[in-house]
């Protein structure tokens, strides 16, 4: 049986991926990847706002 050697594919372009670059298929996309964590690692889904902040006046 002689299976090639497979590699994942690049998860950004689905390229296959370049052994300097693992599991990218170039620095480009292994820096869009960083961009991507980046931008949602320091965001933190659901922010806790104030009740008291948004309070609504309906009824009394
Ligand atoms: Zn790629």
Redesign the pocket.
Known sequence: MTEAKKRPP?P????P?VKEFRP???A??ADIDLGKWFSGAYVVPGEPVSKSDIETDEGG
Do not use: D, H, T
């Not at 950004?12 to 390229?15: E, L, P, Q, R």
């Open positions: 690049c950004i372009c689905n390229k991926n990218f298929c170039s480009k996309c």
